[in-house]
């Protein structure tokens, strides 16, 4: 791999011994940040894997008839978005339960729109996004389908005690930096600490779409944090925090944080159902037609695979399982 910092281009060569990647990458100023974003993360990844595969045991084994069948056959490389990670993470493990012998490697999360870019270019087989497609990003090439909903919730650190319940007010009032103590809200005497999103992010245009409202200024002391699953840890950790992440996330992995309601309203998969609570996230996965990562794709559009989403906190409905080819 050569890197020219500072010079006209970035050139990218990866070559691997297992065949996964043969590609040569040309990164200059006229490709979009976020397409080099995406090919310098999977870099990254890639790298990884060869580092694994280089210090693997060459002692024979005894395989399988599957395990020889998928030996034959290159690791799927499946990547998520930010908001879809937890979901891919408990399809990943259900489907090599129930596959033996399965290969599968997971890329470093990403945004939707570069996963979407991966699949459709070949570098991603699998991908699991947390919104539906676009009427353009949608082509011939690739199927995709909505499979669970994800309610986004609203919580708080554990120390925040007394505070239970936000109205659309008080959260405006939050977001905004204009409510600056938890006392305001029946909570301690304690400064609030806002952690919030990029406003390209489907956790923020969800608040804004359903509470926050457009044109309401961000608070000046706010922490932006890119990705989930940074502002779940923080969260955690930080004493007067406040956030909004999955709830599946919550539920699957049992964090100890104050789910707060909303408008009256608890955040439950039962509320979701119902819509009652309107704040969600559609969970989906794409792949490439006629592609290796079809007999994955059929696991997780399956009923199992969707029992699997239910008990990790998803709301898995009929009218959400659906196939989109165009």
């Known amino acids: 791999m050569v ?69 034959q056959q290159a690791p799927l490389k499946i990547a998520g978005s930010s908001g879809a990670a937890d979901s891919l993470k408990i399809l990943k493990s259900g489907y090599e339960t129930s596959t033996p012998g399965v290969q599968l490697t997971l890329l470093d999360s990403m945004q939707s729109e570069n996963v979407i870019t991966g699949v459709k270019q070949g570098l991603v087989d699998l991908g699991c996004i947390s919104r539906t497609l676009k009427p353009e990003e949608a082509d011939s090439t690739i199927e995709f389908r909505a499979i669970a909903q994800d309610a986004l919730l609203v ?55 359903h509470y926050l409202g457009d044109d309401l200024s961000k608070a000046p002391t706010a922490v932006v944090l890119r990705k989930e699953s940074e502002l779940v840890q923080m969260l955690q950790s930080t004493p007067n925090s406040i956030g909004a992440f999955s709830l599946a996330n919550a539920v699957h992995n049992k964090l100890g944080v104050n789910r707060l309601s909303l408008n009256q309203i608890e955040p439950t998969t039962e509320h979701l159902k119902s819509g009652q609570y309107p704040m969600a996230r559609t969970i989906g996965v794409l792949w490439r037609k006629n592609s290796s990562a079809e007999t994955m794709a059929s696991y997780i559009t399956s009923d199992v695979a969707g029992k699997v989403l239910e008990q990790a906190g998803f709301a898995v409905t009929p009218n959400v399982a659906t196939s989109i080819a165009k």
């Open 3 to 71: 890197t020219t910092v500072h010079g006209v281009h970035l050139l990218l060569l990866i070559r691997s011994k297992m065949g996964i990647f043969d590609r040569e990458v040309l990164i200059d100023r006229e490709v979009p940040l976020m397409r080099q974003i995406f090919y310098r993360s999977l870099v990254l990844s890639a790298i990884a894997l060869l580092g694994v595969s280089g210090c693997t045991s060459d002692r024979p084994t005894a395989p399988s008839k599957n395990n020889q069948i998928q030996s």
């Open 155 to 209: 919580a708080t650190h554990s120390s925040v005690t007394g505070v239970k319940n936000l109205s659309t007010d008080d959260l405006k009032a939050i977001y905004s930096g204009s409510a600056t103590n938890w006392k305001q809200f029946g909570g301690p005497d304690a400064d609030i600490v806002l952690l919030d999103r990029p406003e390209d992010e489907s956790a923020k245009r969800l608040l804004r779409k």
